[in-house]
């Protein structure tokens, strides 16, 4: 196959003059050389586009590829990780990981909740506070977490996240909301372990890859995996693999909630335990990141014995299904209509 490779570089961005924490969800250099890399390993051609004004120019170009390898996160709006593929089915071309529908919904994290829980997948109480007068009388019991909606890398969730008071809360979500100009959600605190778990493949034949624990390092952040914790996780963070039953718990429930959100090719599914171990759904990533020793998926998938090569190959081959079954639906087509012709 002819592969196009769709990404956001952080230092194109740096240079344009966005922040740190503006660009903390973008590329560096080194993934998409390893992406690269594996995709021709594998036996493919490639083409770097980069963003999604340089794919929407080489469209109108006239451009085209077998398929598109979209690692694009988007820059602004609720639905800047469905850019990418909205362009692609606007001209027809396949594209890996989830569709435009499940990338605006998985980065809403308030509306995935409210999926998953509707599929009975377990997710701890919530609000969502779109203005300072909502963080007053909320049903919840205290403690409570506080996060944007839309944001990922942790950002926006620093130890102040977690609230002991009505106080507190009215004040976190005042710096919020003024921060990130977007609405919060507010939901129980959950003091148990945290996971994330890696999953290939779509609808039923989606597999758990793997579960891997969070754990925090002396000198790490306080509460969660915070921003701060991700940026400097070599630092922060000892990931370990969990096979235990509190963990296989946790697999069982991620793999639930991809099912019920419709994501697709490989990502991952982020949980955390209640006080009584019980783990619930915190949010999906469905376009997870794929350098391969920084991001979740690719360190999770070498503790698991599964090379990054494998990893790019497991998302290629599930893309592909929806390459080749286009033209299977072309081919049976053109020999029942040849089949008429002659009977006829």
């Known amino acids: 196959m002819r592969v196009g490779l769709t990404y956001d570089l952080r230092d194109h961005y740096l240079a344009l003059g966005y922040g740190l924490e503006e660009t903390a969800e973008f590329d560096r250099p080194e993934t998409i050389d ?5 995709i021709r390993r594998l036996g493919h051609g490639t083409e770097r586009i980069g963003t999604v004004r340089d794919l929407a120019s080489a469209l109108v170009a006239g451009k085209s590829w077998d398929l598109v390898f979209n690692i694009a996160e988007g820059l ?21 990981f989830s569709d435009t529908m499940v990338m605006a919904l998985a980065l809403h994290k308030p509306m995935a909740k409210r999926v998953v ?30 996060k944007p909606i839309a944001e990922g890398t942790g950002k926006g969730i620093s130890p102040s996240s977690r609230v002991e008071s009505e106080e507190a809360l009215v004040r976190i979500c005042r710096a919020l909301l003024e921060r990130f100009r977007q609405p919060v959600l507010v ?19 989606a597999e ?19 921003f701060v914790n991700k940026e400097e996780c070599e630092d922060r963070i000892e990931y370990r693999l969990a096979r235990d039953a509190e963990a296989q718990a946790a697999g069982r ?27 619930q759904f915190l949010e999906a990533n469905p376009l997870a ?7 979740d998926l690719p360190i999770m998938c070498a ?19 929806r390459v080749e079954a286009p033209r299977a639906a072309i081919s049976s087509t053109s020999f029942s209509g040849r089949s008429q012709s002659a009977a006829e």
């Open 117 to 146: 829980r509707d599929c009975g997948v377990p997710t701890a109480p919530f609000r969502v506070v779109e203005d300072e007068a909502g963080a007053v009388g909320l049903d919840l019991a205290y403690p409570l977490f506080v």
């Open 303 to 321: 503790k698991a014995g599964i090379g990054y090569d494998r990893l790019i190959g497991l998302i290629l081959e599930s893309a592909s299904r």
């Open 253 to 279: 429930i991620a793999l639930a909630a991809w099912r019920a959100l419709g994501c697709r090719d490989a990502g991952r599914v982020d949980l955390r335990s209640d006080a009584h171990g019980a783990p």
């Open 208 to 226: 758990l890859l793997a579960v891997m624990e969070i754990g925090l390092k002396p000198g790490a952040e306080a509460v969660a995996y915070s």
């Open 187 to 205: 939901e129980t605190f959950l003091p148990g372990r945290e996971f994330t778990a890696g999953i290939a493949g779509t609808g039923k034949a």
């Open 34 to 38: 390893a992406l690269e890399g594996a």
């Open 76 to 96: 602004e709006g609720v639905g800047r990780e469905a850019q990418v593929p909205a362009l692609l089915e606007a001209y027809a071309i396949p594209y890996t």
């Open 289 to 295: 990141g794929l350098h391969p020793e920084h991001s």
